[in-house]
């Protein structure tokens, strides 16, 4: 069974100071892995995903993550936070096998200025 | 490209009455489509997974009668919720994906109340 876990509820960091969000996942088979970014009253939006290429992924606004097998990981990062990233953060994992995506409960991102 | 649009973004209606809320791919043609449920704070929850043409595979503990899903064209999904009732005030998230790609496609979200 696929599972996601995301440490941290609630993260707060300083404008211009490293954003760090962490994602563990439990999957039986090789997984495809997403983060997405939700603003107040809207949909889902892909920052970036890993479908076993490169493990180290680019996404948009600057963000990044990292595959680690070995750690079952695939930890957000961004190396400056900007007052625009205060959101909504799921990690998500499919089963190559199918379609159904499980998400993660979500890290809340404050910046503060 | 890859773009979901929901209709209406947001709805009130009165306890008893049945609600439908649209699903659209505009510009591509979606094989599956996904309804979830968020309440405030939480996470996405799968309620439905609907291909064109077939009936759709609800979630353990989603009440298909109450929940229906119609998925007529590979470029709309609809979800009617019946005889609506205030638990079921909820934002109602549509996703959609084609054919082996697994990245999901979501929509804007609508935002229903039930008084």
């Known amino acids: 069974a696929q599972s996601v876990t995301q440490l941290g509820s609630h993260v707060s960091v300083s404008e211009g100071a490293l954003v760090l969000l962490r994602c563990n996942y439990s999957?039986?088979?090789?997984?495809?892995l997403f983060w997405y970014v939700q603003y107040p009253n809207q949909g889902l939006q892909l920052l970036l995903k890993y479908t076993s290429a490169a493990t180290l992924v680019k996404g948009i606004n600057g963000f990044e993550a990292e595959f680690k097998k070995s750690e079952t990981s695939f930890h957000l990062t961004k190396p400056s936070a900007h007052m625009s990233d205060a959101a909504e953060y799921f990690c998500?994992?499919?089963?190559?096998?199918?379609?159904?995506?499980?998400f993660g409960a979500g890290t809340r991102l404050f910046v503060k200025a | 490209g890859a773009v979901v649009s929901q209709h209406p973004s947001w709805v009130i209606c009165k306890s008893g009455t049945s609600v439908k809320i649209e699903c659209r791919s505009l510009d591509f043609q979606a094989t599956t489509m996904f309804w979830y449920r968020q309440f405030p704070k939480q996470s996405l929850m799968l309620m439905a997974t609907s291909n064109e043409g077939s009936k759709a595979t609800y979630e353990q503990g989603v009440e298909k009668d109450k929940f229906l899903i119609n998925h007529a064209s590979l470029t709309l999904s609809t979800l009617t919720v019946t005889s609506a009732h205030p638990e079921d005030s909820s934002f109602y998230i549509c996703?959609?994906?084609?054919?082996?790609?697994?990245?999901?496609?979501f929509g804007p979200g609508t935002r229903l109340t039930v008084t």
């Open positions: 999957s039986s088979v090789p997984p495809y």
């Open positions: 998500a994992v499919t089963h190559t096998g199918g379609f159904k995506t499980i």
């Open positions: 996703s959609a994906t084609s054919g082996t790609a697994y990245e999901q496609y």
